[in-house]
Each structure stands twice: as C-alpha cells, then as structure tokens.
C-alpha cells in the first residue's frame, strides 16, 4: 500500500521556521477569534462584553446593520457608487438572509483559522466580506493603516500555508492546500 501525502509524518522545521510558523499561527488565531466572536456575537445576539474593569463591543447583527447603513448612508459621499447601489438595492433590503450569511461566514471562517483546519479556505471565506467593507469605508476618511489591519494579514493567510503549527492540519499532517 502506498503512503499519501495525508499519511506523511508532518515536516519538521528548524528552530527559525518554528519561530516564524508560530508567529503566522498567532496572526490566524487573533484573526480568527475576532471572526468567531463576532459572528457568535450575531447568532446569539450578544454585544457588550465586560470581563472585570475591561469592556467592550462584538458587532451583532443589528449592530452591523446599522453601521452599513451608517457608513454608506451618512458618513461619507461615496466616491465608489457600485458600493451605494450594492448596499441600497440589495443588501440592506434582504438584511434578514444577508445578516445570517454574514453570521454563517464568520462563524465558519472564524473557527477554520482558530482550529487551522484548511486555514487558507477559512481566511478565503472572511475575505470576501473584508474585501466588501474595505470599499466601503474607501472613501470615509479612517485612518491610514484602520482598513489594511485585517485585509493585509487575510490576503497573507490565504496564500501562506499558516495551519503547520498549533493547528488540526498540522496534528493530522496535511500539508496541501487549503492547510
């Protein structure tokens, strides 16, 4: 019987590839928490969270669509009318299946990277609406590097094989594409 890559021992790396491994797997990790969070944020409702003196705010589904209608809306002239047109004649009418693919997405994509199970599908999965909200906060006014904080590293995790270390396709030694 032939071995395939599946049965392959996971490779080993030297200790600055494990350094390096280890730095990428924290970026898939925080990445992915953020996702998850928020997406059980808008299944279960949730949006203020207080864990001793610290508190903050996950985006439900309320809450996100409120902010689209914000940002597109009120805060800015759009310079990208596909953006208006887009959020106007589609996705805010249909709020009730888009809110809960946004929710599906988040939560799946989330729990792809935290797990590194097939982590480039998951980061491919949160791109498309990252991708979405960088155009729509295109021409807002933020802060230079706001936007690029999640895009870049999303784009980054899905070209780089980021499942290696501290993940289910490193413990099961996959090592093809999507891990």
Not at 84 to 92: C, F, Q, S
Request: aromatic share 10%; charged share 15%; net charge positive.
């Amino acid at each position: 019987m032939t071995s395939t890559h599946l049965d392959a021992p996971p490779p080993q790396l030297s200790s600055d590839a494990r350094r390096l491994g280890q730095g990428v797997a924290t970026i898939r990790i925080l990445l992915g928490l953020t996702f998850l969070l928020n997406g059980l944020a808008k299944l279960f409702g949730w949006h203020r969270v207080a864990i001793g003196p610290y508190v903050a705010n996950l985006i439900n589904r309320a809450d996100a669509k409120f902010i689209l209608n914000a940002e597109v809306n009120h805060n800015a002239q759009h310079h990208l009318p596909f953006i208006v047109r887009l959020t106007n004649d589609l996705i805010l009418p249909d709020w009730s299946l888009f809110g809960w693919a946004l929710t599906a997405v988040e939560i799946i994509g989330g729990l792809l990277l935290v797990a590194g199970l097939w982590s480039r599908l998951g980061a491919l999965i949160v791109l498309g609406p990252t991708i979405f909200l960088f155009f729509v906060y295109f021409a807002n006014d933020r802060w230079v590097p706001e936007q690029p904080l999640e895009l870049v590293p999303l784009l980054m995790l899905a070209v780089v094989p980021s499942g290696l270390i501290w993940s289910l396709d490193h413990r099961h030694g996959r090592r093809g594409w999507p891990s």
